[in-house]
């Protein structure tokens, strides 16, 4: 807690990231509005001005990268830290600062009723696990009766009963399935907003290459010219991931989401395990050292 000027906070935030955040959590509790108001309007003409924003994404992207460094950078780590790990309520809360920052509002619900970016069922997504990762993190600390983030072998063996899951092995695993969806779903959600919130400034026209067979390299990035491809040509995906680690670039993070949405699709699915170009691809991609960004 502290006590300061509104221009020593605006001050502070442009060098200190957690006060920076704070202002765009901020909310009046009591008194007079005139002073959160006028922090408000200075940070989004400020801080948080469209010519900012690169900078202020830049420096939460940073933060995540030596976070993700400390506390795991996977989401499927077998004892995952709930709140700094890879996929974790750190990542969520990043996910709504982004939002907050470029847009003005911090619920994914909002991108599908005034954006249009998302649609319904993956903002649904999006609330849904970050519903479990506090559920985790509640009982966690419960049980401790002190901040206690690591979800454990011996918690998650205690933990899958209180949360509906059941008791044995079997529930066991059904309760870190469902954690490592969630995870993943934050994580797919926090390269998107951050992709987002960073608007394009003056930059030259982005490099675009065909790279044949549907396969695309566009400003630094793999993806597709067209997603619908995928329905025809399930082998694509595999073409694109094994593009992406053998040029040490990135998805895009559209394209990276169509892959995953057509795979919870059984027909594509199927396709995919018939095809025999996705068969070899799979066997070199296993056998790589290589790992994309």
């Known amino acids: 807690h502290q006590v300061a000027a509104i221009d020593e906070l605006l001050d502070a935030a442009r060098t200190d990231l957690p006060t920076a955040t704070s202002l765009l959590d901020l909310r009046p509790i009591a008194g007079s509005r005139a002073p959160f108001e006028e922090i408000r309007r200075r940070g989004a003409t400020g801080l948080f001005a469209h010519s900012e924003l690169p900078r202020f994404v830049e420096r939460l992207s940073k933060e995540i990268e030596q976070r993700h460094e400390r506390f795991g950078g996977s989401v499927y780590l077998l004892e995952p ?28 619900r909002e ?6 970016i998302l649609v319904q069922r993956e903002a649904e997504r999006i609330e849904a696990a970050g519903e479990l990762l506090w559920r985790v993190r509640n009982v966690l600390h419960a049980r401790a ?27 066991i695993e059904e309760m870190m399935s469902e ?23 003056h930059r030259k026209k982005p490099r675009e290459e065909d790279l044949g067979r549907g396969v695309l390299l566009f400003d630094e990035h793999i993806t597709t010219r067209d997603k619908e491809l995928l329905r025809t040509d399930p ?39 018939e095809s025999r170009e996705a068969a070899r691809l799979f066997v070199s991609l296993v056998a790589m050292s290589k790992e994309t960004r």
């Open 235 to 273: 082998a694509l995906a595999m073409r694109l991931v094994a593009a992406a680690i053998e040029r040490g670039l990135p998805l895009l993070p559209h394209t990276r989401d169509a892959i995953a949405g057509a795979c919870t699709e059984p027909s594509f699915c199927a396709e995919l395990r």
């Open 111 to 116: 991108l599908v009723r005034r954006v249009g």
């Open 145 to 171: 009766g002190r901040r206690s983030d690591r979800l454990t072998f011996d918690e998650q063996e205690a933990m899958s009963a209180l949360l509906g899951f059941g008791e044995g092995p079997e529930a």
């Open 179 to 201: 954690y490592y969806r969630s995870a993943m779903t934050v994580s797919r959600a926090l390269d998107m907003i951050l992709s987002l919130a960073a608007p394009v400034l």
């Open 81 to 108: 830290d709930v709140k700094n790990g890879a996929g974790g309520i750190r990542d969520l809360d990043v996910v709504y600062w982004a939002l907050k920052a470029r847009f003005g509002f911090g619920e994914p």
